[in-house]
């Protein structure tokens, strides 16, 4: 099998590999699939450039396959590393998905969400978010091992592929919450498998430090990537209204753009300075490698921002200072240091920081009655478990199973899932509260603790379970075990039931900790 060469240069600490993004754009056989192409045979054939992005549905607007245009690029010779969303299919297409990118040759993916999609043909199509990127590097892992399934005869074992799967964090998260939910599901990531982790967009040159401080404080010893955007002005206003989730640019910054617009050259040489100075910084701090990006960009840029970038690393530690955009009030989960411009080493405390969302009575009154019917020795479990087993395959039960979900629907907007993870978020629904259905921590576009398709009017999920779990002192929580996918054998079936017959994944948790003891 032919060495991946993005794989063993990420790996190699002698080395510092860039990846380029391309964009395939909508269409079969237009200007932008025709672009991608002629930009990657310019990799392919200059050398400088170790693997090629492909973006899934940037912007959640249908595009060219990346899965296809990745098949077109390895034919080239260079590496592609294909953005594996997990938007827009469920569970199954995903795995006939990497099926055929193993088939293909295509071993570099980068697993991540994806962006809530937007309107379409005819109108909005219906968000598919069955999988969250925990159980899509868990996928992966077990492809990796071999997969292993029940059959007809036994089980099946297929041959292991070799995916190099990686994933995304953003550490610009404005609130405490926000970012300690990033945190969180940064652990649960690289426990499913994730074997490099790509940072979000921003220039915030303490931030870039905190999540290289937080992954080496924390054993998380895996390559780290940074994000390298070459940054227009009309990009950078969107980003600072927000317009594209998850990407970060200030008031400050924005006005510097602006200022630089005026040039006789349009900022364009601005532009790849900060890029190149980024670099230097990343470099600097102790990064693997970076991401470079950019809308409308051409090969000779990104050389440029590569040659300028190595020229300035010996003056990395002054760079600093031209990455200092703040978010107003933001928070930082470390100390600043004054001398660098970047943190130290001690975490800031942060018990005695105000809550970042209200928590209402309705959360302890939730808490008293988990304790006393789903606790195992508590006052009303062995009542509940008897009367669940009397009325399973009674004619009472589905009577039983409509006053359940009309409760929840009053206290939880309850969807009936049979699989109920209201206890894994603080009793706050990942399936209806959630548009995402994020079950292990929230997705990278929320903003000032705003979901990020309700910005505004509609808390992130997690940072109100964030909040009512850290005024318990129990937020750590939320990086505790992979909540697995909601198992729809058990849709519209009463989860009380299906937990006190050991049928839903909470009931079978506490089996598997029981057994353990």
């Known amino acids: 099998m032919q060495a991946n060469r993005f794989r063993e240069a990420l790996l190699n600490e002698s080395l510092f590999p860039v990846t380029w993004e391309l964009v395939p ?3 079969a056989r237009e200007a932008a699939q025709e672009k991608a192409l002629a930009n990657a045979q310019l990799a392919a054939a200059k ?6 992005t492909l973006t899934d549905n940037p912007g959640g607007c249908p595009a060219m396959s990346a899965d296809f245009m990745g098949s077109e690029i390895i034919k080239l010779g260079i ?3 294909v953005h594996f969303t997990c938007k827009d299919k469920n569970r199954s297409q995903i795995e006939s998905q990497l099926y055929a990118l193993d088939r293909t040759g295509i071993r570099n993916v980068l697993v991540m969400s994806g962006d809530y999609p937007v309107s379409g043909f005819q109108g909005r199509p219906a968000p598919v978010f069955d999988l969250d990127p925990c159980h899509l590097l868990q996928l992966i892992s077990d492809m990796n091992r071999g997969l292993t399934y029940p059959g007809v005869k036994g089980n099946i074992c297929h041959q292991p592929s070799n995916f190099f799967p990686g994933a995304v964090v953003s550490p610009f998260k404005a609130t405490e919450a926000e970012q300690m939910v990033q945190y969180y599901k940064l652990k649960k990531k690289i426990a499913a498998g994730a074997q490099f982790i790509v940072t979000q967009l921003g220039y915030d040159a303490r931030k870039f430090h905190e999540v290289l401080l937080f992954m080496k404080q924390n054993g998380l010893n895996i ?6 955007y070459i940054l227009p002005y009309g990009a950078a206003k969107m980003m600072n209204r927000n317009e594209l989730p998850g990407s970060v640019v200030t008031d400050k910054l924005l006005a510097e753009i602006d200022r630089e617009r005026n040039s006789p050259d349009k900022g364009e040489a601005a532009r790849t300075l900060r890029a190149a100075r980024l670099y230097a910084v990343l470099k600097g701090m102790g990064y693997s490698g970076v991401h470079i990006g950019g809308h409308n960009i051409k090969y000779e840029q990104v050389e440029e921002i590569i040659r300028q970038g190595e020229s300035l ?6 760079l600093v200072r031209c990455f200092d955009n703040p978010l107003p009030g933001g928070f930082y989960y470390y100390e600043p240091d004054a001398e660098t411009g970047l943190n130290r080493e001690t975490p800031i405390a942060r018990r005695g920081r105000p809550l970042d969302a209200g928590v209402g009575c309705s959360y302890g009154f939730s808490r008293f009655f988990h304790k006393i019917m789903f606790e195992r020795g508590k006052k009303l479990y062995g009542f509940m478990k008897e009367l669940c087993h009397l009325l399973a395959g009674s004619a009472m039960e589905n009577i039983f199973h409509k006053l359940e979900h009309l409760a929840k629907v009053v206290l939880f907007d309850c969807r009936d899932c049979g699989d109920c993870a209201l206890i894994d978020v603080a009793y ?3 399936m209806s509260q959630c548009p995402k259905n994020q079950r292990n921590g929230a997705c990278g576009g929320s903003f000032g603790g705003w979901c ?3 910005p ?4 992130c999920i997690y940072v109100l379970a964030y909040s009512r779990l850290k005024k318990y002192g129990e937020e750590i929580q939320l990086e505790k075990g992979i909540v697995p996918p909601c198992n729809w054998d058990l849709h519209q079936t009463s989860s009380w039931i299906n937990f006190y017959l050991g049928k839903d994944h909470v009931s079978q948790r506490q089996i598997s900790s029981s057994s353990e003891k």
């Open 428 to 430: 706050l629904c990942p």
């Open 47 to 52: 050398e400088r450039i170790h693997a090629l």
């Open 452 to 454: 990020e398709v309700y």
């Open 223 to 228: 390559p780290l990537v940074g994000n390298v």
């Open 79 to 81: 590496e592609p590393l």
């Open 313 to 318: 690393i010996p003056q990395w530690k002054e």
């Open 456 to 459: 505004g009017k509609k808390r």
């Open 25 to 27: 754009g909508r269409g």
